[in-house]
């Protein structure tokens, strides 16, 4: 069965405090792997798609890399701003529309 | 560029009771996608529409939730009749290019609380 596993389930950072998320997966067919972001009460709004073992995205404080059995989201510098969930999710090839989501990553940046 | 567009926001109904959801999508995108989400989870596909077409209904519980998308693009949930465990956030998210590049857009979710 496919699985998507994020740690840790929250984090607490200071400003300034860089560090990483986690993604591994376990899936027969890797498609693409996606990292989401979703404020409280909002939408997940999409940040990054990843689609082969060595692949690297980067937007602002953000950069997402991809291996064979996970994913990692660095975060450089974060800001209060950069506070939220961020989601990861993979598909199959066959299914490439069909996101499976793990259960998050909860960040909290204080000053 | 307006987002996908949600309503109601939120809703609280008793058990057995009956509830509609409602999306408009991003104009000209053609894959539209429900998805529960519960609390400290991640989003779970319901259904998923290519124009008319639900194309992926395999997660959705047909014996209480049904879905419609007349005309290709806006859609509507129903869940008949709600019981206690609906109670969730239902997103609604639309793609253009089939979503093949994992480029979903969301809506801000309705809240479902089911007493």
């Known amino acids: 069965e496919d699985q998507v596993t994020q740690s840790p389930e929250a984090l607490r950072l200071q400003e300034g405090e860089s560090s990483s998320l986690n993604c591994s997966y376990t899936?027969?067919?890797?498609?693409?792997l996606f990292w989401y972001r979703q404020d409280p009460g909002k939408g997940p709004e999409f940040l990054f798609t990843?689609?082969?073992a060595g692949e690297e995205k980067e937007k602002e404080r953000l950069k997402a890399t991809l291996t064979k059995k996970e994913s990692f989201l660095h975060i450089t510098a974060p800001k209060p701003e950069d506070s939220a969930t961020y989601l990861c999710a993979v598909s199959k090839t066959g299914t490439a529309s069909k996101l499976t989501f793990g259960t998050g990553t909860r960040l909290q940046v204080t000053l | 560029e307006a987002g996908v567009v949600q309503s109601p926001r939120y809703k609280i109904i008793e058990k057995k009771q009956p509830v509609a959801f409602w999306c408009n999508p991003i104009s000209g995108h053609n894959t539209l996608y429900w998805y529960l989400q519960n609390l400290g989870q991640g989003p779970e596909l319901l259904i998923r529409?290519?124009?008319?077409?639900?194309?992926?209904d395999s997660q959705l519980p047909k014996d209480r939730f049904s879905a419609e998308r007349l005309k290709g693009v806006d859609s509507t949930l129903k869940i008949q009749p709600a019981e206690l465990g609906d109670s969730a956030v239902y997103l609604c998210?639309?793609?253009?290019?089939?979503?093949?590049?994992?480029?979903?857009?969301f809506g801000e979710g309705s809240r479902l609380t089911v007493l």
């Open positions: 899936v027969s067919g890797l498609r693409g």
């Open positions: 529409y290519e124009n008319e077409e639900a194309v992926d």
């Open positions: 990843l689609y082969s």
């Open positions: 998210a639309s793609s253009n290019r089939r979503g093949q590049t994992g480029e979903l857009f």
